[in-house]
């Protein structure tokens, strides 16, 4: 399986913006579709954006559509999500999640990834 780290995570003033990286090791992430998932504490862990395996297709939660952007760097084997506008409620650990393949349009699953990195604190002052 692949193995994953997140970076990036941090402290922000409300509409203040923080790229954040997942960085895969052990595999090339070119054949890997890819989530980016938070969990804020008391909440269940969600899924805010992904990737498909083929870069085609990305999803987004309601909440973040219009503010967050999912990218790759196959290159640097790396997977970025780009949070603007950041709102408090953007509070949370978010994580990196990949899944070898899978369909055409990106899961929002959580039980279709089997390899999740250690994740990142995001916190938002207001």
């Known amino acids: 399986q692949v193995q994953l780290v997140e970076s990036g995570g941090g402290l922000v003033q409300a509409g203040g913006s923080l790229r954040l990286s997942c960085a895969a090791s052990?595999?090339?992430?070119?054949?890997?579709?890819v989530g980016w998932f938070r969990q804020a504490p008391g909440k269940e862990r969600e899924c805010v954006a992904a990737?498909?395996?083929?870069?085609?297709?990305?999803y987004y939660a309601d909440s973040v559509k219009g503010r967050f952007t999912i990218s790759r760097d196959i290159a640097k084997n790396t997977v970025y999500l780009q949070l603007n506008s950041l709102k408090p409620e953007d509070t949370a650990v978010y994580y990196c999640?990949?899944?070898?393949?899978?369909?055409?349009?990106?899961?929002?699953?959580?039980?279709?990834?089997?390899?999740w990195g250690q994740g990142t604190q995001v916190t938002v002052s207001s």
């Open positions: 999640a990949a899944r070898w393949r899978g369909s055409v349009l990106p899961s929002t699953d959580r039980a279709d990834f089997p390899s």
């Open positions: 052990g595999r090339t992430f070119s054949s890997y579709a």
């Open positions: 990737i498909s395996w083929s870069g085609g297709s990305t």
